[in-house]
């Protein structure tokens, strides 16, 4: 795994424009290439920033029909304040929400919107900048990036829609609820293909 990372992560300088940031676990973050330098200072010499995943996956959520929230909260300040002195520079949090005829519930949303707040500021606490106003949490919008997927077809849908299609709602979801001050968003792939992901982005 690690001669993979290796590869990736030293290849030529040509795609060094293309790639902003690179989001490592936590085996990654402290993993080396052949010549002795971190992982994160490889990165790092190519212009690029350091992510690190922090959360612990998710659990299921009491009270609700298969419904998850996040772990990782306990202990996470120190985590945190630990991954930044070895090297990163940024933090990613996953919650996952069940979309369905009946989901998310209201309690599967407030859990999860809850959790992501208060994940958002333990990070900016490590960071030790005074941010203000996300929610009920004060969070500081300059200093978010938003990771979504794309607004695409759920497993059970036979419909099929065009590229077009799934940029339009993707766009309007996100022009209705994402305040202006988020400094910008980086899309998952969603199980999508490379190549679909890569469609369905520059149609954005």
Request: aromatic share 6%; net charge positive.
């Amino acid at each position: 795994r690690r001669f993979y990372r290796q590869l990736l992560l030293t290849a030529d300088n040509r795609v060094n424009p293309c790639i902003g940031g690179v989001i490592l676990f936590h085996e990654t973050l402290y993993q080396k290439a052949d010549d002795g330098r971190p992982f994160p200072q490889v990165i790092k010499s190519k212009g690029g920033v350091v992510g690190i995943k922090v959360d612990k996956g998710v659990v299921p959520l009491a009270g609700t029909n298969g419904e998850t929230t996040t772990q990782g909260l306990d202990g996470l300040s120190e985590r945190c304040a630990q991954y930044k002195k070895d090297g990163a520079d940024f933090a990613k949090w996953r919650c996952v929400l069940k979309i369905g005829e009946h989901t998310p519930s209201a309690l599967a949303i407030m859990e999860n919107a809850n959790v992501l707040a208060r994940y958002a500021s333990i990070c900016q606490q490590v960071l030790a900048a005074v941010y203000k106003a996300l929610s009920d949490h004060h969070i500081y919008l300059e200093g978010t990036l938003l990771k979504p997927n794309m607004v695409t077809p759920g497993h059970a849908c036979t419909q099929k829609f065009s590229h077009e299609e799934i940029a339009m709602a993707t766009v309007t979801a996100l022009r209705r609820t994402v305040p202006p001050a988020v400094t910008g968003i980086t899309f998952l792939s969603g199980g999508q293909s490379e190549e679909e992901a890569s469609i369905n982005l520059n149609a954005i």
